[in-house]
């Protein structure tokens, strides 16, 4: 299922009509209102996403998700002045990153790094300064970059009306194009059921994420007491750092 396809996302710059979509946040978010398939049974679902610059040289990072509950307050809401974040999704002035009751975190699909320029800056004839950074190992530079992400466990939030969207964290009129489509194999498989439970990207109407140099990031959520096999997924971008994560689950009795 296509979604996306030669789509710009970039900061100011040009824009191309979205069928049941647009942009939001100076074009640096895109999203796009879909109806997939539906399977009673389940199914496997990848993630296929390519990416070239349009002129931005830099390296960006990226999020692809969903918004599960498009009636309910969202980041599209904020980013339209709509609605404001509710108090409680917020952490010492970081709005929106929590589960509350009236609000769900976007479920995030993929998370990327855009390489330096890739696409627009592949043309060494056009740019022949870049030939002398590309490494004798490196035979010439990509065209464009791909990923494919196996999001099967996610597919319960995948079928029926949805809205998709793409974050990129680009500052240049020029950006970048997106292409991005859902595969669905129609293959039984469970369908656990899924909570997004914080999501620190800073979408719309938020700021940049970094409380975890004063505190950590806490949740009291309620997991169903006949919940089995429950798993936490966590989606990290490591960049040139090392990370050590710590992750502390108490267990009580609500009152």
């Not at 919940?227 to 267990?251: D, Q, S």
Request: net charge negative; hydrophobic share 35%.
């Amino acid at each position: 299922m296509n979604v996306f396809e030669n789509v710009p996302i970039n900061f100011t710059g040009l824009q191309k009509e979205i069928e049941s979509g647009g942009y939001v946040q100076d074009g640096r978010i895109i999203y796009k209102k879909i109806k997939a398939p539906s399977y009673i049974e389940g199914t496997d679902v990848k993630l296929k996403m390519s990416l070239k610059s349009a002129g931005d040289r830099w390296d960006k990072s990226g999020s692809v998700f969903v918004l599960t509950q498009p009636e309910s307050i969202d980041l599209l809401d904020v980013a339209m002045g709509k609605k404001n974040y509710p108090e409680l999704s917020n952490q010492k002035g970081y709005p929106g990153i929590k589960l509350t009751e009236d609000y769900i975190p976007a479920l995030e699909l993929l998370r990327f790094m855009t390489p330096f320029g890739v696409g627009f800056y592949s043309d060494e004839e056009k740019h022949p300064e870049l030939v002398y950074g590309r490494p004798i190992s490196v035979p010439s530079w990509e065209n464009e970059v791909e990923w494919e992400q196996d999001i099967s466990h996610l597919s319960s939030e995948l079928n029926g009306e949805i809205v998709i969207g793409v974050w990129l964290d680009t500052w240049t009129k020029e950006g970048y194009e997106i292409d991005l489509e859902l595969v669905y194999s129609g293959r039984p498989l469970a369908q656990p059921k899924v909570l997004p439970l914080v999501n620190t990207i800073y979408y719309a109407g938020q700021k940049h994420p970094d409380l975890f140099a004063y505190e950590p990031l806490k949740l009291d959520f309620q997991l169903p007491e006949d919940a089995k096999n429950v798993r936490l997924y966590c989606l990290v971008l490591e960049y040139g750092y090392r990370l050590n994560l710590i992750f502390t689950l108490h267990f009580g009795v609500p009152h």
